[in-house]
Structure formats: C-alpha cells, structure tokens
C-alpha cells in the first residue's frame, strides 16, 4: 500500500496563490491514478482535482477550473496541487488520495489511501 504526506497549506489572501505537495511512500506513485479533495466545515468533501497515472488526463471540478492545476512527478512521488486566484470559498482542509481502480473526478469511493490532509485558509 502506500502512504501519503500533504504540505503546502497556510493562510493567504484572496488573490493569492499556494502550492500543496502530496509526497507518497511505499509504493511507487506511478501505480496510481491521484485526486486532490477539499472539506469545508460543515461540508461534504468534495472533488477538486484528478490525473491519471501517466499525467497525460487531467480533469477539474468547475469552482476551480482555470485556477487550479494538478500535476504529477511520478519519479519523486509526488503530486501537486497549484492553486491560483484563491477566495474565502476555497478555505478547507485539502486532501491528496490514490486509487488503484479507474481515474476519475468525484468518484471518492475509488480512492483507497488518503493522506492527512492540510488547511487552506483564504482571507478576504
């Protein structure tokens, strides 16, 4: 299996930008296709972000197209979430996670391993 560190997170202005790291161990990252979640207080997690193994497919939730883009590094293991344009609605904790199955924006019952997650907080 493999086990997943998120990094990145801190407060920032509306406007602002930040760059969340999701770094895996214990198996070769490649294996998997990777998502990046967000949850709210008071919300269900949702989708923000998918890329399939190759890096080649990449897909959006529509509250951050444009804004956000997710890559991969497959040999240092690590996936990224750029965020750009930040507001007060994307404040929440940011989850990175791994499936083993198909790749896939919001299928979260596919998604086998997840990290810890990391806090966004935007600031008006």
């Known amino acids: 299996q493999v086990q997943l560190v998120e990094s990145g997170g801190g407060l920032v202005q509306a406007g602002g930008s930040l760059r969340l790291s999701c770094a895996a161990s214990?198996?070769?990252?490649?294996?998997?296709?990777m998502g990046w979640f967000r949850q709210a207080p008071g919300k269900e997690r949702e989708s923000v972000a998918a890329i399939s193994r190759s890096g080649l497919s990449t897909n959006y939730a529509d509250s951050v197209k444009g804004r956000f883009t997710i890559s991969r590094d497959n040999a240092k293991n690590t996936v990224y979430l750029q965020m750009n344009s930040l507001k007060p609605e994307d404040t929440a904790v940011y989850y990175c996670?791994?499936?083993?199955?198909?790749?896939?924006?919001?299928?979260?019952?596919?998604?086998?391993?997840w990290g810890q997650g990391t806090q966004v907080t935007v600031s008006s």
């Open positions: 996670a791994a499936s083993s199955g198909p790749y896939g924006l919001g299928n979260i019952p596919a998604y086998n391993y």
């Open positions: 214990g198996r070769t990252l490649s294996t998997y296709a």
